[in-house]
């Protein structure tokens, strides 16, 4: 994926100009790619009755414009896809390093997904799904905006991906560092000195 040097022009928020490296992923994009992924699911699960657990905070943008790509999809569809909107939220980064304390809030909340069909989107998945399992979906899929590359490759691959990227620490589009940069519509990568700046 081509990496633009980032331009006033470019960046949606001027008080973080100089905090970033360059957008990584344009918002346009991001829109066309999140509206295929509504596609490829209504394809797969239409006329099943879902719950979409969205993983918070960073999955909350993602989530709310595939929700809305579906119930635009199902206006102009002979399918439906009845939808509920569930959230957990998990937290597990430390600046820009993820780390071992997986912290699940809003479990109280999973026995809705008994007998359903899940669409998760969000990251730490294996945990999540360990924990999600034992509630007895029907089905999980998981929809992710984006997979990063490790050397390792043995990361978890989610059944709709927006995006595989390079293992770099990207923020905006509700993604954050230490709760800033969620307000850009971009993705972008954080420079050294915004590391630096927003560092806790």
Request: proline share 4%; aromatic share 8%; glycine share 8%.
């Amino acid at each position: 994926m081509a990496v633009s040097e980032p331009k006033q022009t470019d960046m949606d928020r001027e008080h973080y100009l100089g905090d970033l490296e360059c957008v990584y992923i344009p918002h346009g994009i991001i829109m066309d790619r999140t509206e295929r992924l509504a596609r490829n699911i209504m394809d797969d699960l239409g006329d099943h009755d879902i719950v979409v657990l969205c993983v918070l905070k960073g999955g909350y943008q993602f989530c709310a414009d595939l929700v809305e790509r579906i119930k635009v999809l199902c206006c102009n569809s002979s399918k439906t896809l009845p939808m509920r909107v569930d959230f957990i939220r998990l937290k597990s980064y430390l600046n820009d390093q993820s780390t071992q304390d997986l912290r699940i809030e809003g479990a109280e909340n999973l026995p809705v997904l008994s007998g359903k069909a899940i669409v998760d989107t969000g990251k730490t998945m294996k945990t999540l799904l360990d924990h999600v399992k034992a509630f007895g979906p029907k089905i999980i899929k998981v929809a992710s905006l984006l997979v990063k590359r490790v050397p390792s490759g043995k990361g978890y691959m989610p059944d709709y991906v927006g995006f595989e990227i390079a293992n770099r620490f990207v923020v905006g589009y509700a993604l954050d560092y230490n709760e800033y940069f969620r307000d850009l519509n971009h993705l972008c990568v954080i420079s050294d000195s915004g590391k630096q700046k927003y560092k806790v």
